[in-house]
């Protein structure tokens, strides 16, 4: 069974910097999409950054500058680099990628990792 695979969230100080990484487990064939989300409490979770496998990226434009996503398509993982964290950062991130099981899947399929919390004191 698929599964993604978070790391890298804490508690950093406001202007500090924090890397997650994403990788999935299992057998799979391909990925498409990869990318991050986030859902801060009480609010709807909301797109960070997207990166496709050609390396195309998507940013919302309140982290544009100050984070970073990147793909090592031999590992099948992506990092996202954030610095200059602020304290509207805080939430709950969780990786998303859209994987294609074996070669002869006509589509992909949607997964979700299990959320890493990333905290940013003032």
């Known amino acids: 069974q698929v599964q993604l695979v978070e790391s890298g969230g804490g508690l950093v100080q406001a202007g500090g910097s924090l890397r997650l990484s994403c990788a999935p487990t299992?057998?799979?064939?391909?990925?498409?999409?990869m990318g991050w989300y986030r859902q801060a409490e009480g609010n709807q979770r909301e797109l960070v950054a997207t990166?496709?496998?050609?390396?195309?990226?998507v940013y919302a434009n309140s982290v544009k500058g100050r984070f970073t996503i990147s793909r090592d398509n031999a590992k099948n993982t992506i990092l996202l680099q954030m610095n200059s964290l602020k304290p509207e950062d805080t939430a709950v991130y969780y990786c998303?990628?859209?994987?294609?099981?074996?070669?002869?899947?006509?589509?992909?399929?949607?997964?979700w990792g299990q959320g890493t919390q990333v905290t940013v004191s003032s």
């Open positions: 990166i496709t496998s050609g390396s195309n990226t």
């Open positions: 998303n990628a859209q994987i294609r099981l074996t070669k002869w899947d006509p589509f992909d399929r949607n997964y």
């Open positions: 299992g057998n799979i064939f391909s990925i498409n999409t």
